[in-house]
Each structure stands twice: as C-alpha cells, then as structure tokens.
C-alpha cells in the first residue's frame, strides 16, 4: 500500500513552453501533498505544499507563478512549469500525505520522480 | 524546525555494521526522529522514526540517547544495494497537519566489495 506515482519520469520541453506533471496517490487519500525540487548532487528542497480544493502554499523564493499548483482531488496534485527556461531542469519530486495518518510527524509516501530538462 | 548535521559521506564494505550519527541539538520536546533513503534518480522512501531510545524494524536500527540531541542510524551487515543518500529530518509538532519537510545535506554512503 501507500504508492505515489508521477508521470511523466521524464521529459525534454523546449525553452518557452510549459510542462505539467501529475502526482497521484494510487490507493490511499491525501488532502495534502508536497512538491519537492532536487538538483544533481543536492539535497530535495520543498517547493510547495498542495492542498486539496485550495490554493497550495508556496515556500519562500519559489515564485507561484511559475510553478502552478493544482490540486483538484484527493488522489491528484500537478505541478505545472510555466514557460520553462534551462535553468528549470531538475528531478522533480512529490510525496502524499495519507489524510488519515493522526498523532505522528511524517507519513508521508514520494513519487519517483519526474526528470524535467528543458532545451 | 530543528536543524540537522550528519556526515557528508560515508563508505563500508559489504557485510559491515553501518551507524551513521546526525545532530540535532535544537529538537523540541514533541518533535520525532525520522531517516529517509534515497538511490539515484528515486524520490526518497521512509527507513525509519523514533521519539526516543531505541526503535528496530526490519531493515535498520535507531538509537537515540536520553537528551534526544543527538541519533544513529544502524544498517546490519550492509550490501551493496545499500548504497544511497541517507537523510535524517527532526518534525514539526508531533499531530501537526503541516507535515513539511525540510532535508538536509544527507549522507552518502557507499558499500564497497
């Protein structure tokens, strides 16, 4: 139980054009799920939080309009990259929440990832 | 949240006890102890957590000592397979709904032949 899927694992986009990619939690509900970004050889760093049927809260220095957020039920978050420029390629990641997880600090499932480059 | 030191890298030999040791010397009284593994190109996947003591599942060890500073990852008789990036985060308020992670650096460890 517990899987997380992205799709696509990977994509070549053209400089310009935008990229969405989908987070889905596969047999449990997340209210909540997070966007991460991880550069080669670096640690992830957490780009937004999703929150099902509102607007996701975005960590600071990561500009919302760029990185849009739609989370529009309790299986699905996607991230969409907006007129992606080189320095957008990165591993993208993203990990659900299970909504019914009460009293602990981290029950949190990941994707695998999405390899975003960008040309 | 707590901020976390662990070593930047580590290597063994396959069949070795493996422990790697993170900081945190500002957790708070309600926060958890939780390690992460990554491989190359994988979104991380969940090791282990604890509050306190000592913890075992069935692929590792947590050791925490009473001040809760300080906690060691142990990996019994490494493999190969066990090469990856380690991650140890210390949580938000034990029921908190905000559930954000932040990662450090991690430690890579790589098993040797």
């Known amino acids: 139980g517990a899987v997380v899927s992205q799709h696509p694992s990977w994509v070549i986009c053209k400089s310009g054009t935008s990229v969405k990619i989908e987070c889905r939690s596969l047999d449990f509900q997340a209210t909540t799920m997070f966007w991460y970004r991880q550069f080669p050889k670096q640690s992830l760093m957490l780009m937004a939080t999703?929150?099902?049927?509102?607007?996701?809260?975005?960590e600071q220095g990561v500009e919302k309009d760029k990185f849009l957020i739609n989370h529009a039920s309790l299986t699905l978050s996607t991230l969409t990259v907006t007129s992606a420029h080189p320095e957008d390629s990165s591993f993208y990641i993203c990990?659900?929440?299970?909504?019914?997880?009460?009293?602990?600090?981290?029950?949190?499932?990941f994707g695998p990832g999405t390899r975003l480059t960008v040309t | 949240l707590a901020k976390t030191t662990q070593p930047i890298s580590m290597d063994s030999y396959e069949g070795q006890e493996v422990n790697i040791t993170c900081s945190h010397n500002?957790?708070?009284?309600?926060?958890?102890i939780t390690w992460y593994q990554q491989f190359p190109s994988q979104g991380p996947r969940f090791i282990i957590q604890?509050?306190?003591t000592k913890v075992t599942n069935e692929v590792a060890s947590l050791f925490i000592p009473a001040d809760r500073k300080s906690s060691t990852l142990s990996l019994p008789r490494v493999s190969l397979s066990d090469t990856a990036v380690y991650y140890c985060l210390v949580g938000d308020k034990r029921g908190s709904t905000l559930g954000r992670l932040y990662f450090g650096r991690g430690t890579q460890l790589t098993v040797w032949p």
């Open positions: 999703s929150n099902e049927g509102s607007k996701a809260t975005y």
């Open positions: 500002n957790i708070a009284t309600n926060d958890y």
């Open positions: 990990s659900a929440r299970d909504q019914t997880s009460k009293g602990r600090a981290y029950e949190q499932y």
């Open positions: 604890g509050y306190k």
